[in-house]
């Protein structure tokens, strides 16, 4: 079945010290494009869940959010800059022995110099924290993809009733262009039988001039190519794979079909039902522009 493009998931977890938050949503867009909101700390899980996602989606604007708070302490390393520490006690001996004032240097002291001590956090496993995210942003997928999955079944029903009106059309169209064609022998022979009077007429001529409009107006090719345009159209919305782009391209074929058939039609009734298909041609072509 077919999927939207519009889709949202959420999920979260406490994961052995961390609370995690993946929020995924969609709009239409032509192509995969992904906007990504992750902390700068954890920013090597970027690929990791373009990755994943890329798995079940194929196109649309798509933002994801993984929100990570860690919930114990997190490990800190001091460490210490020892050549900066011993410029400072060289300095401090050198001020000492110069000004002839006593040296009462501390550890401490020293350890409070400006750059002296660095605090850092403790390098993050990588692996092992995408495996506590992974099966939260797999979750958050699923219920995006459950979305989509309902929006397409809504979006394939409609289209799917708006292809139904435009072969009721179709059939209209096929009953009736043979009537046109015999109101048009009528209509000639008695154009005929008025300018000729008493004079015979000549049959031959009226068949040949029939069969002439007949070839003109004909629009048999054009009415069975849109009903095997349809019969597609019920294939790829029954697809499991991302269709929208040949869709897009179904639809266009089947306003050419129909703009064919009023190029040619020479009948009222016939261009009313050109007009009605084109109409509905038009709602599905806004309806696909959601399908992934």
């Known amino acids: 079945m077919v999927r939207s493009m519009t889709g949202f998931g959420r999920a979260q977890a406490s994961v052995e010290g961390y609370n995690i938050t993946v929020e995924i949503r969609s709009v239409n867009h032509r192509y995969f494009e992904l906007y990504t909101k992750i902390p700068r ?27 990570i708070e860690a919930t114990a302490d997190e490990s800190v390393v001091v460490s210490m800059n020892e050549p900066l520490a011993k410029g400072y006690v060289d300095a401090v001996e050198q001020i000492s022995k110069t000004f002839g004032i006593a040296n ?27 495996s506590k995210v992974s099966p939260v942003v797999s979750d958050a997928l699923k219920g995006f993809v459950d979305m989509r999955l309902a929006e397409g079944v809504k979006l394939s029903q409609d289209v799917l009733s708006r292809a139904d ?39 031959a001529r009226i068949l040949t001039e029939a069969a002439i409009y007949a070839d003109k107006v004909a629009v048999a090719e ?41 190029s040619k039609a020479q009948d009222v009734d016939i261009a009313r039902r050109v007009i009605d298909i084109k109409a509905e041609v038009e709602k599905i072509r806004e309806q696909i522009q959601n399908i992934e």
């Not at 209209?172 to 007429?201: F, H, W």
């Not at 054009?222 to 794979?241: A, G």
């Open 41 to 67: 700390t954890y920013s090597f899980l970027e690929e990791k869940v373009k990755a994943l996602l890329q798995t079940e989606i194929a196109r649309g604007k798509v933002e994801c959010s993984v929100q």
């Open 222 to 262: 054009e009415t069975v190519r849109l009903r095997s345009h349809i019969e597609q159209l019920h294939s790829m919305l029954e697809s499991t794979e991302a269709v929208g782009r040949k869709l897009d391209f179904l639809v266009q074929e089947i306003n050419r079909e129909a703009n064919t058939i009023g």
């Open 165 to 203: 009106i435009i072969l009721d059309n179709v059939s209209y169209i096929e009953e009736r262009s043979p009537e046109t064609v015999k109101a048009y022998s009528e209509k000639l022979l008695e154009r005929m039988k008025a300018v000729l009077g008493d004079t015979q007429v000549d049959e």
């Open 104 to 130: 009462d240097l501390t550890a401490m002291s020293v350890a409070r110099f400006s750059d002296v001590l660095s605090i850092s956090k403790a390098p993050v496993d990588e692996e092992l924290l995408w």
